[in-house]
């Protein structure tokens, strides 16, 4: 409103609104009720001539909203309550009629303004009629809805879902107290928490009330599938999991069409089979209105694929990075299997002239390329294509460029740290943690996870986290006392000794508020940190469960020495498929590989998993773009395609548990 809209006036404390709610009207409020009126609509009648200039943005109208009278505007509604007030009833029932009917228009006329995008005007006339309505739980929640929407239109994100959290508490209220007629959330409800949960970027939580919202509306349309299709298929697989657990209407049917389409989506004729399988299954689900153009738009998609005939991969044979080329090479090998209808021709990057590499690309014929590996090299790679007609063909890279832009030809499969540090804290988020802290080795790459883990659990929770350093050694004793207050303990029984003539035994208590750790840090940094952590909690505390990245697992350690998790038990950790012992996990592989390089460190094993995941993303990566339900399930993890064309990869769990290793399933 104009001068007269204050955000404070439209945010009551839940415990007061709810006592509000619960007070009866009185019989004698003629009075009252007259003043009352005629404030609000000689303030709101006075005002709309001038709206004020406030920014704000549109917001659908809901079925709900369409049966709103739209034959007069809110001024005339308004003008009609002032009308009624205006002639007095003379009697108590006709009194408490006439003010029904008033009240009733008063809200027409907040939902009208809310329909015609008037929000400051629905704001002040809702924030106002609800005090008139005290005792009226439906009107209550019609006027709470108003608000919540008003506010959401104009950028109050936080204000509006406060609004929606006492809708909800009010019908909980009507659910459990007999004195009111049992309510029940609306569409209206979900569509608005669903908007603004994605304006706070938690995709879930707002897909799970998209859900809710087209299992309300009868008028739900194919149009409404294909959105929630839409939202649904860019989920990561944890992501799908926390979904699910949540049980929003027809999610099994859901999830089973997405797991059809992930796997087999690469494939017209397995999809198709899938599809026709998946309907015999859902008969009755509402997604069966977009399985003919699913089917349809992945069959047109797949006729138009290029073939993979010739293959450049570019590669350093030589040099310092040797060894990472040789076993990139070796996954993209072991993937090939002799397929007599495609070429491969290894190009050493280390002993590259750049400038010849176009021409060379021409000869060969090339119509695929695989890499480079070296960051360095892949800037040098992208800003050739930019004017190299051969280079621009369909081309995976690597490693990511920090300067370039991809085309839309090519994709990068990333393999930054910071994915799995984001999948983690959205984890971990939703198991009911509220005190994490975080333990990071101070270095770079420990620092960039401890950075992504932090960002992502304040963009999940809302809550920050505390990151203590440590380095190696008495430091990294002194930071994980200090994170754990147990340096404050010992000084409390240091102070009381130094009272008592005797001294006594006690031991030091770590704080109690920290449920969660999330450690970053070498393998061999965990194995020393991670006793350490058991010791110093105290017996008369819960057991501080410990999360860790996949740098803190060591399945090279695991294999070759037979004491190595003595000290790591219960240390829950994320890993690739191909360095744990997995369903995703091609075993036979592993097998011929521990057989042939036997000493191959960890990190050389990512990228033999890298380069094998490489060559099979070939006929599959570039259909992601166009269809994004597709995922490729790979040794470095489950892949999919992200709007920036990076190749962003989902982790699963391991747990170090009876003296071995196993997955486990979190989300």
């Not at 990511?400 to 999948?423: C, G, K, N, T």
């Not at 101070?442 to 920050?464: E, H, L, V, Y």
Request: proline residues 4%; aromatic residues 8%; glycine residues 2%.
């Amino acid at each position: 409103m104009h001068g007269f809209l204050h955000l404070n006036q439209t945010y009551f404390p839940v415990s007061n609104y709810m006592d509000a709610v619960l007070v009866k009207p009185a019989k004698n409020i003629r009075s009252g009720f007259c003043i009352s009126l005629l404030l609000i609509t000689a303030v709101i009648l006075s005002a709309c001539s001038t709206p004020p200039k406030i920014t704000t943005k549109e917001i659908t109208i809901t079925p709900a909203e369409k049966n709103i009278i739209t034959t007069k505007n809110a001024k005339e509604i308004l003008g009609l309550a002032q009308s009624i007030n205006s002639k007095l009833a003379s009697s108590s029932p006709q009194i408490l009629l006439q003010q029904t009917k008033i009240i009733t228009l008063l809200i027409e006329a907040s939902e009208l303004y809310l329909q015609q995008h008037n929000y400051t005007e629905a704001l002040w006339l809702a924030s106002q009629t609800a005090e008139l309505v005290t005792g009226d739980v439906e009107n209550s929640y019609r006027l709470l809805l108003v608000k919540a929407s008003s506010l959401y239109a104009l950028n109050y994100n936080k204000q509006a879902q406060q609004q929606l959290a006492l809708t909800e508490q009010l019908v909980a209220l009507t659910q459990t107290n007999i004195s009111f007629q049992a309510l029940e959330l609306t569409l209206d409800y979900y569509l608005l928490l669903s908007k603004i949960l994605s304006a706070q970027n938690k995709p879930v939580l707002a897909i799970a009330a998209q859900l809710q919202a087209f299992a309300l509306n009868p008028e739900a349309s194919t149009e409404d599938a294909f959105a929630i299709w839409h939202e649904l298929q860019i989920l990561a697989p944890w992501q799908l999991a926390q979904l699910v657990e949540s049980q929003p209407p027809f999610i099994k049917g859901w999830q089973q069409l997405l797991l059809y389409s992930q796997k087999f989506g690469a494939n017209t004729a397995q999809f198709s089979h899938y599809l026709q399988l998946w309907q015999q299954q859902n008969s009755t689900h509402p997604a069966n209105s977009i399985i003919a153009q699913l089917q349809s738009t992945n069959a047109i998609v797949h006729s138009v694929e290029k073939p993979v005939e010739q293959v450049a991969i570019l590669l350093p044979l030589s040099g310092n990075q040797k060894m990472a080329g040789l076993a990139a090479q070796q996954g993209v090998l072991a993937a090939y299997n002799d397929n007599s209808t495609t070429q491969l021709h290894f190009i050493d990057t280390h002993l590259l002239d750049w400038q010849t590499l176009a021409t060379r690309v021409s000869e060969l014929n090339i119509d695929h390329i695989i890499g480079p590996l070296l960051r360095d090299n892949v800037d040098e790679f992208l800003m050739l294509s930019q004017h190299e007609v051969a280079l621009q063909v369909p081309t995976l890279l690597l490693n990511l460029s920090a300067d370039y832009q991809l085309a839309s030809y090519q994709v990068a499969l990333s393999m930054r740290p910071e994915d799995e540090a984001e999948q983690a804290a959205e984890t971990l988020s939703l198991r009911h943690y509220k005190n994490p802290i975080v333990l990071s080795h101070q270095d770079n790459i420990s620092s960039r996870i401890a950075k992504a883990f932090t960002q992502q659990w304040q963009k999940s929770s809302g809550q920050p986290v505390d990151i203590v350093y440590f380095n190696q050694g008495k430091q990294m004793q002194t930071s994980l006392k200090s994170s754990l207050d147990i340096n404050t303990s010992e000084m409390r029984i240091a102070q009381l000794n130094g009272r008592l003539k005797h001294n006594i035994k006690s031991e030091p208590r770590n704080r109690r508020d920290i449920d969660m750790i999330y450690l970053i840090g070498s393998d061999a940094q965990t194995r020393l940190i991670k006793p350490y952590i058991d010791v110093n909690t105290s017996p008369f505390a819960d057991i501080i469960p410990v999360y860790a990245s996949s740098r803190s697992h060591s399945s090279f350690n695991d294999k070759h020495h037979t004491n190595s998790t003595n000290d790591l038990q219960n240390l829950t950790f994320t890993q690739i498929p191909w360095l744990l012992q997995s369903s995703q996990q091609n075993k036979a592989l592993v097998k011929l590989s521990d057989k042939l390089w036997p000493k191959r460190t960890d990190s050389l094993s990512r990228i033999f998993a890298m380069g094998y995941d490489s060559y099979n993303l070939l006929s599959t990566a570039f259909s992601m773009k166009e269809l994004p339900y597709i995922r490729h399930f790979g040794q470095t993890g489950t892949l999919s395609l992200n709007n920036n064309n990076i190749l962003t990869r989902s982790l699963i769990w391991g747990r170090y548990q009876d003296d071995k290793v196993m997955q486990v399933v979190l989300e």
